[in-house]
């Protein structure tokens, strides 16, 4: 059974750092894309960024820049560096995975969601 596990989260100032992370298992998740969803109140689930099997990424405008997205083949897990956050970047973040090992922003590209993990940002 595919299972995703996410942790890091929390309360972070603005301009201050976090890292994220999402353990993987019952799949070979070397082997397909992954990527992190968010979510804020109110708002749909939207694409942050996303890492192919050998490791090319893609942003989102909003987080390009800021946010670095990375993956451990060997403890299988992914990453998600968040530098100098921004009041607007609280949501739940959730990771994800793929059964392709290309990437793709849309949520329906990927087939195993995490329960998600709160990040909140203070001003």
């Known amino acids: 059974q595919v299972q995703l596990v996410e942790s890091g989260g929390g309360l972070v100032q603005a301009g201050g750092s976090l890292r994220l992370s999402c353990a993987a298992s019952?799949?070979?998740?070397?082997?397909?894309?992954m990527g992190w969803f968010r979510q804020a109140p109110g708002k749909e689930r939207e694409f942050v960024a996303g890492?192919?099997?050998?490791?090319?990424?893609y942003y989102a405008d909003s987080v390009k820049g800021r946010f670095t997205i990375s993956r451990d083949h060997a403890k299988n897990t992914m990453y998600l560096h968040m530098n100098s956050p921004k009041p607007e970047d609280t949501a739940v973040y959730y990771c994800a995975a793929s059964r392709w090992a290309t990437m793709r922003m849309q949520s329906s590209w990927y087939d195993a969601w995490g329960q998600g993990t709160q990040v909140t940002v203070s001003s």
């Open positions: 019952g799949r070979t998740f070397s082997s397909v894309a």
């Open positions: 890492i192919s099997w050998d490791a090319n990424t």
